[in-house]
Each structure stands twice: as structure tokens, then as C-alpha cells.
């Protein structure tokens, strides 16, 4: 549950974060979909909510551009999972989108929170 | 899309429900571990994972292409339909498979005579020298249709010309393969030396004529033979070259074979054998060469035009060419009209790409309208298809309104009916290629005659096959598509409630179908009224009169040229002959002739009459006095040949009726006297008119009877090496060919026999008349059949959806008689738009066939009455069933229905 206050996001994120979420959380080793759902859902302290509904799908999306390849393995208690782990095109795609991501950021940042007058901005 | 990643699909698929299946496996083990019963862990899971069809459809979406799959389930579902309904599925394919075939046999002809390039090198770089001879006309001997121009005549251009590369010359020969007995006739070419470099042919084995062999008497006589011949007469044994060849009792060695692909330059013509230009001396053993002669037109030119020299420069060039070329040839011969003529002559050029052709000019219109007529078949056919196709909408309009209900898009619900049109055109096409395969032989099968034999490649080409694939798809858009949309447009809520009873029915599909049939009557009225135009034409042909007996006439050649007959014996020799023919058993008699009559071939003269020269050239034949008898051709005054008439006594002519009409009006014609018309030099003897007879035609039946004399054969000053006669048989139907070869067997061991049947000559001359009767007929009976099968099944619907309507009236006191009229009131209306409209387009398209037509108009109107009777009964015979049926419904059950 998350914690109070915070409102879960579900439904839709912005186009191509999920992809971006999967690829970062796949960094730190192989994974099948169950682990990297909760991954996910815990490194962001369950704000994000991961439908399974899209991360089958985006999983899929993203083996086929091969930035991730998958194998059959035994997961912790002994049950057959599809693993995932990061290719090299996928780890360069990750740096890729990081930085897109970090400057999208950046800039609804600016939008929303305008420096105050005279003051220069970041960049 | 990756087509690798689509053919995976079902792998990816299986692999993602496995995946998805550990998911739950592993979130039920975490569940269990948080406590939970077993089943409700499982739940938990299965709930947490969402709907999983979703997902794995997601993932089959990424992975397929989307219009493949869809298309393809269409068809299987269309296939799935048309196999439930047998009947209709057969019905249309076979109607569709009758009208492609029909129309794709007719469309091959036209390919391979119209279409289709000479398999040569570069065919578009070829062109072909013709004399625009103006009003004049030429003078001279022609020895093929081709004939255009004279060896002297070639020279000069050959020698003159610039535009051409290399112009080339070849003319067509019949050269006799029999050294003895009856003849074997060979399909011979005389080619210039350049002829196959020019057309850039090569030989398969051994070489081919060269230029080496363009001089005159030309020391060792090469031949080079085709392909076929080689197979046929060799059996394709490579050791042929070298071998001696006798051609018309001539040895020549056969130097090479052309190509399997090679047939000739002409289209319809499989050449045999091509022998040099220089040879034509030799084997026609003359005492002039044709190749000194200035009035023999026996050959064709052609050439391959310079690097970027178009037809059109090539013919300016020719053009300025003209005048000094046709001054330098005038043949010494000509009287001075001629050699006036002569003069204004000018040299054309023309495109030859796709080979010389006759059949070109005789065939090419036909086939184009036998292709309209098979494209009217095609379209009724469509129409009932059409109709047909409606009213099976009608039957599932339940199904479209519950499918349109629950969600399905219009565009899928016509999508996937036409793709149940789809399945039928491509099976009707399919079938209908195959059974083109086998029409297309057997019409030209039909149209070859022994005399004029035709081969064609027939093999399908892209051509072919784009013509009958795009048959298939307008034929499935024709029938298919205004039923699926229409089926489509009833709005769902108003199909369910109207497959209650009690609703009237909207007309609305009705008149539509209405209109279909309407259609259908028209065309078919214009197939009928083509159908009669061609069958009286035949008709008309094959019953004019020609002025003489036909029946168990036939021409007997007999050629003796290398029976070593000296020239002064001929005369004799053929008197001799003459008696032992007369003596033949299962005859009546014998008689000379020069001409054979109604056989193609033809002599005429210009005239002079007390000094004065006439307009016209009247025909001429040479005949033994018993002519005339011999054929039934009545003497209307004087005498005919008689024994008094030799070489040494005063000349004598016979002339016809029409004669005398043209050139002896007015005065007693018996003992006037006329000359003809000869060039300088040449015997101008007084004929004197001895005897008047019957009109008759001369070389063609077509033709118009008109002045003709006739010459004593006793009187011809060179009788010549060959004796042709015409004998009459004591039966009709006896056949003399073998008593005839005996008869010259016995007289000289070196004589050939030509022996043709007038009667079976002449309706092979009909072959073009016989073939558009017989195919226009055939459509129109087929177009007046599917036009009855469309107005009955549309009556038949009619009377079907009106049931309790005509129950009601009937309930209500109408009588029997009164239903009865009611509906055959309904037909007469459609009948008599459809007649009319059709009689109108009959009209006007009629004057297409116009050409082709003897002995009636394109606007015959005995024609046109009786087409419209005859789809006027046709039409009444095709309601009177359903009008019946109507009448006999009975009110009590039509309202229990």
C-alpha cells in the first residue's frame, strides 16, 4: 500500500517511461515480470502502480527492438519464469532515454516552477 | 512490420501464455505466504493479473499483420458459406467459368495476331517497305498477299535507301516435298541473303543463308529448314546438315535449322523451309527468272532501321526515293496506262514489329467483336450473379442486422462478402483460363484448312493472364459489390423487426433487381440481333448462287513438269491425259481449265473494242468446250468450243451475260470481235464472240457477278507443263484422289496430283463467315438463356414475396385468371423496356459488324423483328411458370404462412 497521502498512479504513464522503468530496474541483474513489477513498484514507494495488463505488452515491445532478450530460468521458489536481461543496445538505449527523460524534466520544471527574476537559470 | 516475426506468431504466443501463467504461479506462492488458502491465492492472482486475453492479444497484435489476417479469415469464412451452399456456389462458377473461358480463348487469338512481337531481335526496330499505288493499281503477276514488291524494284531501294542498316527481302512459296504421286505440300520462304542477319536470327545447328547466296545463279543450292520440320522430318538428328532435300524435284543441301521460337515473319505461318532468292529460276523452271522480271510482285521488304532513324524518316526518305526508283524499273511490257500508273507510285514505310500478317486484316475486326459479344455474355452472366447475390442478402439480411447490432463495422460486414465474391470470380477465372487452354485450340483447329494451314503459339503469356485475372476482379466488382453494400445498409433495427411477419416488404432491392433484368434482356437482344446478322450472312454465302453445279465437282491438278515432256509435246501429252481422266471409272467428264472458279485465285485483262479502250478489266478464264455443260451453266445464244477451234483457226471467246451487257450493248454479240489490251511486243490477236452464256462468279462468292470471258483451251498458243481439270464425279460424295494419283502413276513416274473438292473448298473459303455465325450464335443462345434464367428467377422472387398479398386478393374474390395476368402484366412491362432499349443499342452497335455482313444490312429489320420475337417468347416462356404458380396459390395457406 502506499503510504498515505500519496495517491497511487495508475493507468497510463507518459509514452515510453515504462520502457525506460523496465530497462533501469533490468541494470541491476536479470528479471522476470513478477520481480520487476514489484522492483518498480517499490522503488518508487508503491506511487506507481505497474498494470500488468501493459507490462506484458511492453516487455514484448521491448524484446523486439532487442534491447532486452528473455530466457526460460527457475525463479526463488522454484517455479519456471521468463527472465529478462539488458542487452548492450539496451544499456546504451537506457543512457539515452535517462538523459531525454532528465531533460524533459527539467524543463516542465521550468514551466511549472519559474525561476524567480534575476536569477539565472540551470542550464 | 517483419514477416519473420509474423510467421512466429503462434510461437510468441504460446510463450507469452506460459509467461503469463508463471506470473500467476509465482504472485499465488507470495499470496500463500502471506497466508491465504491455496484457492483464494490462486484468485488473487488471477484477479491482479487483469484479463489476460487482453494482454496476449496485445501481444498477438504487435506481432501479426493485421489486414493479412483479417483478409484471411474473411475468405475462410466466405469459403466456409459458399461451401454450405452448393447449388449457388456451382451456379456461379460455372457461369463465370463459361464467360472467362470465352472470352479469354477469344482474347488469346487476338494476342497472338494482334499483340504479340516477331520473337526476333529488336522487333520495333523493324520496318516494312509498301507501294501506295494510288487509283492505278498494279499490273503484273502476284504470287502472295504479301507480294509488294519486284526483284528489281528491291534492288534499287536495297542499293538507295539510308535509313536502313540492312533491308531485306523474302516472299512466300508452297514447294512440293513428293517427287511422284500426290503432292506433299512444304510452307517454303524465299529469302534474300540478309534476311536472317537482318532479323538477327541464329541458327540452332549448322548456318544459315548469308549474303554469299545473294548472287544470281547461285552455284550450290543451300536450304535451311525449321525447327519443327527438322523434328517432324529428321526426328532431330543433329547429322541432317549436308543431306539433300528435294523441294519440287530440286536437290538442295541442308545448310541449318532455325530456333524452336522462330516461325517466320509471318503470324500464322510455321515456315518449313527458306531457300535463297537466287534459286527461284531453278526451281520454278522458267525461262524468265522473277528476279529479271519488273511486273512479278512476289516479294516483301523489311529492314532494321539505322540507330535513331524512326519509321517516319525512313518513309520521307523513301518517299524522295520514289520517282527515280519506280523510272529506273519500268517493266518493258506495260501498256501506257500502266507504265503511267507505274510512275506515280510511292514507296511507304511502315512498323512491322509484330510480323507480317494477313489473318491481321481478315481476323483482327471479327475477333474484336466476337470478344464484345463474349463480353456481353460475360456481363449477363454478371447480372444474374448480381441478382442472385441480392437475393441471397435479402435471405441474411437477419444475419447482417445482428452482426451490424452487436458491433460489427460496415466497412468488415461488405469486406467480408466481398471476399465470398472474391472466392467465386477467382474460381470461375481459374476454370475459365483452363477451359480457354482448350477453346483457344479448337477455334484455331477450325480455322485452319489444309490450303491454309495456321500455327500459332498459343502458350499463355502475362498478357493472357492479366487479361483473365482482371476479368476475375471486375466480374466479383460487377456482381458483388452493390449486393454487399446494399445488404449492409438496412438499419439493424429495421431488418429484425421486418423478419417478423406481417410487414410489407420495402420495393426498394426489388427495383433494382428490376433494372438487373431489364439489362440483361437488352444485351441480349443485341447478341440475338448480332447472332441472326452472322448466321444469315453464312447463310447467304453458303446458298448464293453461283452460276454453276458445285456438288461432286472437283479440281484435279496434274503437273508433269519433270515428266521430261518436251515443249512441243505438250499439247499432245495433255490431250493424252485429258482421255485417260475421261475414261477414269466413277466419272461423268473432264474438262481443262485454267482457273479453277470460286478458288481465290483470278486473270483479268483490260480491253480494246473497235479500237477504243474500255473502262474496266473484265476476268478471263481458258476452257475445254465441255465447260459448260460439265457445271450446268446454261449457253444463252451461239455456240461453245468444239473441235473446229485449234491453235491455227481464228481465236474464239464465250463471253456472259454481263459481258455483253458492259461491252456489247446494243448490237447482235455473236461474230463481234475484240482485242485485249497487251503491251508491245506481245500477240494482239482478234477474238471473236461465238457464243453467250449464264452469268457465273469467278474467283470469290463475295464478289458481285460481272463481265467474264471465257478462252478455248485448244487454242492456247503454250499449254505448259501442268493440266488442270475439272471433273465431275458420277456420286457427290465419291472420292477420286486415289484413282486420280494411280491415273498419273501409270502415265509417268515423275508426275504430282493436287486434287481438291470444289464443294468443301469453297465452305472452307467460308471459315471466317462459318466461325462468326457459328460463336455469335452460340452467344446469343447463351445470352437469351441467361437473360430467361434471370427474368424467371426475378418473377419467380416476385411471386415468392407477394404470396400472401395474392392470397389476400384472392380471398377477396380475385380469380385465378386475374393473378394470372397481374404477374404476367409485371414480365411484359420488363420484356418490353428491355426489348426496346435493346433494339436501340442494337441499332446502333449493328453498324460495327457492318463489314462483315453479305447479302443484308447492319440495320436488317427483318433481323430485328425477329430477335424481338423471338426474346419476346422466350421472355413470356420464362414468366409463364411463375405467372402459373401465382395463380395456383391457395388463399387458405398463403395466410396461414
Known amino acids: 500500500m502506499p503510504p498515505r497521502g500519496r495517491t497511487p498512479i495508475h493507468g497510463d504513464l507518459l509514452q515510453g517511461t515504462l520502457d525506460l522503468l523496465i530497462l533501469q530496474t533490468l541494470v541491476l541483474g536479470a528479471a522476470h515480470g513478477h520481480t520487476i513489477a514489484h522492483a518498480i513498484e517499490r522503488q518508487s514507494d508503491d506511487v506507481l502502480q505497474i498494470e500488468h495488463g501493459s507490462l506484458y505488452p511492453a516487455l514484448h515491445r521491448i524484446e523486439n527492438k532487442k534491447w532486452i532478450a528473455s530466457f526460460w530460468g527457475t525463479s526463488e521458489n522454484n517455479r519456471r519464469a521468463r527472465y529478462y536481461r539488458l542487452t548492450a543496445a539496451g544499456r546504451s538505449q537506457l543512457a539515452h532515454q535517462t538523459s531525454r527523460w532528465e531533460a524533459l524534466v527539467g524543463a516542465v520544471n521550468r514551466v511549472l516552477r519559474p525561476a524567480p527574476a534575476g536569477s539565472r537559470s540551470d542550464k | ?897
Open chain 2, 1 to 897: 512490420m517483419s514477416w519473420w516475426r509474423y510467421i512466429l506468431r503462434a510461437r510468441w504466443d504460446r510463450e507469452r501464455r506460459r509467461e503469463l501463467e508463471s506470473y500467476v504461479e509465482i504472485e499465488t506462492d507470495d499470496n500463500i505466504a502471506r497466508g491465504m488458502s491455496p484457492a483464494d491465492a490462486r484468485a488473487a492472482a488471477i484477479r491482479k493479473l487483469g484479463n489476460r486475453t487482453l494482454v496476449l492479444e496485445e501481444v498477438y497484435t504487435m506481432n501479426t499483420l493485421g489486414w493479412l489476417d483479417t483478409t484471411w479469415r474473411d475468405l475462410r469464412y466466405g469459403a466456409r458459406v459458399l461451401w454450405r451452399q452448393p447449388a449457388f456456389t456451382i451456379v456461379a462458377v460455372l457461369s463465370l467459368t463459361l464467360g472467362v473461358g470465352a472470352n479469354t480463348a477469344i482474347f488469346q487469338l487476338i494476342d497472338t495476331v494482334r499483340l504479340r512481337t516477331l520473337p526476333v531481335e529488336a522487333p520495333h526496330e523493324l520496318a516494312r517497305i509498301t507501294i501506295d499505288s494510288g487509283d492505278g493499281g498494279r499490273t503484273g503477276r502476284f504470287t502472295s498477299r504479301y507480294s509488294q514488291l519486284t526483284y528489281p524494284l528491291y534492288e534499287q531501294v536495297r542499293d538507295q535507301q539510308k535509313s536502313f542498316s540492312s533491308l531485306a527481302a523474302w516472299g512466300p512459296v508452297v514447294l512440293d516435298l513428293a517427287t511422284a504421286g500426290e503432292s506433299r505440300p512444304a510452307q517454303g520462304l524465299w529469302v534474300s541473303g540478309n534476311f536472317f542477319a537482318t532479323l538477327g536470327v541464329t541458327p540452332v545447328l549448322g548456318r544459315l543463308i548469308g549474303p554469299d547466296e545473294d548472287r544470281r545463279n547461285c552455284p550450290t543450292p543451300a536450304a535451311v529448314i525449321s525447327y519443327p520440320f527438322w523434328q517432324r522430318e529428321y526426328a532431330g538428328r543433329p547429322d541432317v546438315i549436308g543431306q539433300t532435300l528435294r523441294l519440287d524435284g530440286h536437290a538442295f543441301e541442308i545448310a541449318g535449322v532455325t530456333p524452336a521460337s522462330f516461325f517466320g515473319v509471318e503470324v500464322g505461318r510455321q515456315f518449313e523451309v527458306a531457300l535463297p532468292l537466287c534459286t527461284e529460276r531453278q526451281v520454278r523452271g522458267l525461262a524468265r527468272s522473277a528476279l529479271d522480271s519488273g511486273d512479278w510482285w512476289w516479294l516483301a521488304g523489311f529492314g532494321r532501321l539505322k540507330p535513331g532513324v524512326t519509321v517516319q524518316h525512313a518513309e520521307a526518305e523513301l518517299k524522295a526515293l520514289s520517282a527515280p526508283i519506280f523510272a529506273a524499273t519500268l517493266p518493258t511490257g506495260y501498256v501506257t496506262r500502266d507504265a503511267d500508273n507505274y510512275k506515280k507510285f510511292v514507296l511507304k514505310a511502315g512498323p512491322v514489329d509484330k510480323g507480317f500478317s494477313a489473318l491481321r486484316g481478315d481476323y483482327g475486326t471479327p475477333l474484336l467483336l466476337l470478344l464484345g459479344l463474349a463480353g456481353l455474355v460475360l456481363l449477363i452472366a454478371c447480372g444474374n450473379l448480381a441478382s442472385l447475390m441480392l437475393a441471397r442478402a435479402s435471405a441474411r439480411e437477419h444475419e447482417m442486422a445482428v452482426r451490424l447490432a452487436i458491433g460489427a463495422s460496415r466497412w468488415a460486414l461488405v469486406r467480408q462478402l466481398m471476399s465470398e465474391s472474391l472466392i467465386v470470380a477467382a474460381a470461375g477465372a481459374i476454370c475459365g483460363a483452363w477451359l480457354a487452354h482448350g477453346l483457344s485450340a479448337a477455334l484455331l483447329s477450325f480455322l485452319s484448312t489444309p490450303q491454309n494451314p495456321l500455327m500459332l503459339d498459343l502458350t499463355q503469356n502475362w498478357r493472357v493472364l492479366g487479361f483473365t485475372s482482371g476479368l476475375a476482379i471486375l466480374t466479383c466488382l460487377l456482381f458483388g459489390l452493390v449486393p454487399a453494400v446494399r445488404a449492409t445498409r438496412t438499419a439493424p433495427v429495421n431488418a429484425m423487426r421486418a423478419s417478423g411477419r406481417g410487414l410489407t416488404d420495402g420495393r426498394g432491392r426489388f427495383t433494382l433487381r428490376r433494372a438487373l433484368v431489364i439489362g440483361q434482356l437488352a444485351v441480349s437482344l443485341v447478341l440475338l440481333v448480332g447472332a441472326l446478322l452472322f448466321v444469315r450472312t453464312f447463310q447467304n454465302l453458303a446458298t448464293v448462287d453461283v452460276g454453276f453445279t458445285t456438288a461432286g465437282i472437283v479440281a484435279a491438278d496434274f503437273d508433269f513438269r519433270r515428266a521430261n515432256v518436251a515443249p512441243e509435246g505438250q499439247r499432245e501429252f495433255q490431250r493424252s491425259l485429258l482421255e485417260r481422266i475421261k475414261a477414269m471409272p466413277g466419272i461423268t467428264g473432264a474438262t481443262p481449265v485454267s482457273i479453277v472458279p470460286v478458288s481465290g485465285g483470278g486473270w483479268n485483262q483490260g480491253l480494246v473494242i473497235d479500237g477504243k479502250p474500255q473502262e474496266g478489266y473484265p476476268n478471263v478464264n481458258q476452257v475445254g468446250g465441255e465447260y459448260f455443260e460439265l457445271l450446268d451453266i446454261p449457253l444463252l445464244n451461239g455456240r461453245t468450243f468444239n473441235d473446229q477451234d485449234t491453235p491455227t483457226s481464228p481465236k474464239v471467246a464465250v463471253v456472259t451475260a454481263a459481258f455483253v451487257e458492259r461491252y456489247l450493248k446494243g448490237r447482235d454479240p455473236i461474230g463481234r470481235v475484240f482485242h485485249f489490251d497487251v503491251g508491245p511486243g506481245e500477240p494482239n490477236l482478234a477474238m471473236h464472240v461465238v457464243g453467250v452464256v449464264a452469268d457465273t462468279k469467278y474467283s470469290d462468292v463475295r464478289t458481285e457477278n460481272s463481265p467474264l470471258v471465257f478462252l478455248a483451251y485448244s487454242q492456247d498458243p503454250a499449254p505448259g507443263a501442268s493440266l488442270t481439270t475439272l471433273v465431275r464425279m458420277a456420286s457427290p460424295d465419291a472420292n477420286i484422289t486415289r484413282e486420280a494419283v494411280a491415273l498419273a502413276g501409270r502415265v509417268s513416274s515423275n508426275m504430282l496430283v493436287t486434287v481438291a473438292y470444289l464443294e468443301r473448298q469453297m465452305a472452307e473459303a467460308l471459315g471466317r463467315e462459318r466461325l462468326m455465325a457459328m460463336l455469335s450464335g452460340f452467344f446469343g443462345g447463351l445470352a437469351l438463356l441467361l437473360a430467361a434464367v434471370g427474368l424467371y428467377g426475378v418473377m419467380s422472387y416476385m411471386v415468392q414475396q407477394r404470396r400472401q398479398e395474392i392470397g389476400i386478393r384472392m380471398a377477396l374474390g380475385a380469380g385465378r385468371g386475374r393473378v394470372l395476368r397481374m404477374v404476367l402484366r409485371e414480365s411484359a412491362v420488363l420484356v418490353t423496356v428491355g426489348v426496346i432499349a435493346g433494339a436501340g443499342l442494337a441499332l446502333f452497335s449493328s453498324r460495327y459488324a457492318e463489314s462483315l455482313l453479305f447479302g443484308l444490312t447492319a440495320t436488317d429489320p427483318l433481323t430485328i423483328v425477329l430477335s424481338v420475337i423471338g426474346l419476346t417468347a422466350i421472355g413470356a416462356g420464362a414468366s409463364a411458370i411463375p405467372a402459373w404458380r401465382a395463380a395456383r396459390v391457395e388463399p387458405t395457406t398463403a395466410l396461414r404462412e
